[in-house]
Each structure stands twice: as structure tokens, then as C-alpha cells.
């Protein structure tokens, strides 16, 4: 049964309100307890699970991923990403001089030979999402696991 210090493995699939898929048939291993290994209002609909229930839940966007924030899209000049970068590729602030020090992962939205459009925002941010996830597995948490607060890999 899923409660505080367990592990628990999941299928997750995840669609919008108009059931349209996002996501599917990923799997997901958390430490369950409180260590904010999974968004708060799923796990807490995950307690007392046990192996092969199903849930679903709807997260409104302050429960996920956020809101889109429009900040977080930037026009740049081309010549400020790697070379490599292609539409689609995501680069960290900590590649891009003019944002040197941020933990930002931007996403290449929009590229030409003279600019690009990075986003920063999660590609499911401002989206109320629907998430099924059945339960696969459940064991006890071992002293490294909590300790680290999340699950070990290999165990």
C-alpha cells in the first residue's frame, strides 16, 4: 500500500480536458511522502493505493506546471546559440553568455539564419492536464532512499 517511505512505480498517461493525449504509458518512480518527487494533489490521491489501482486526476495549471508565463520567451540573435542548435533543441541559460547563471531550460520555439525564439516555459505550462495513473509496484523505501529523499536506481 502506498504511504509515507514507499516506493511506488506508475504508468502515467496524460491528456488535456478534452482528453486529446499528451503523454503515454510513461513510467514514473517516486518516493511517497512528502519529499516533492510528485506534484501534491496526485500524491495525495495516491495514498492508501495499493498494486493495480487506477486514479485520475485533474490539475489545473497552479497544481502542474504553471502558468505560461510570457517572460520566459525571448527573442535572441542566432549567433548567441551553439552552433548546433536546431528548432525543437532545448538549451540551458548556462550555454547562453547573456544568461549566464540562470537554471532555465529554454526550448528553440522559432529559428532563422538571424534569430531565435527560446521559451522557458514547460511545454505543458497553462494547460489543465488529465492524468490516469495505474499502480504497478509498491515496496518499502530503504534508509538511502529516504535519506536521499528519492528513489535509489538499481535497487
Known amino acids: 500500500m502506498i504511504r509515507k517511505n514507499t ?85 540551458s541559460g548556462g ?4 544568461y549566464e547563471g540562470e537554471d532555465v531550460a529554454y526550448r528553440i520555439i522559432d529559428l532563422d539564419d538571424e534569430r531565435a525564439v527560446l521559451d522557458g516555459n514547460h511545454p505543458l505550462a497553462g494547460k489543465t492536464l488529465r492524468v490516469r495513473c495505474t499502480v504497478l509496484d509498491v515496496r518499502a523505501a530503504t534508509p538511502a532512499e529516504i535519506e536521499s529523499g528519492r528513489p535509489v536506481e538499481d535497487e
Open 7 to 91: 516506493v511506488a512505480t506508475l504508468r502515467c498517461d496524460i491528456s488535456d480536458i478534452a482528453d486529446h493525449p499528451l503523454r503515454q504509458g510513461d513510467t514514473l518512480v517516486y518516493l511517497h511522502g512528502g519529499y516533492d518527487n510528485l506534484f501534491p494533489p496526485l500524491e495525495k490521491v495516491l495514498e492508501g493505493c495499493s498494486m493495480g489501482d487506477v486514479v485520475t486526476l485533474e490539475l489545473p495549471p497552479e497544481d502542474a506546471y504553471g502558468e505560461y508565463d510570457m517572460a520566459l520567451v525571448r527573442a535572441e540573435p542566432r549567433a548567441c546559440l551553439p552552433e548546433q542548435a536546431i528548432l525543437g533543441s532545448v538549451v
Open 95 to 98: 550555454e547562453l553568455p547573456q
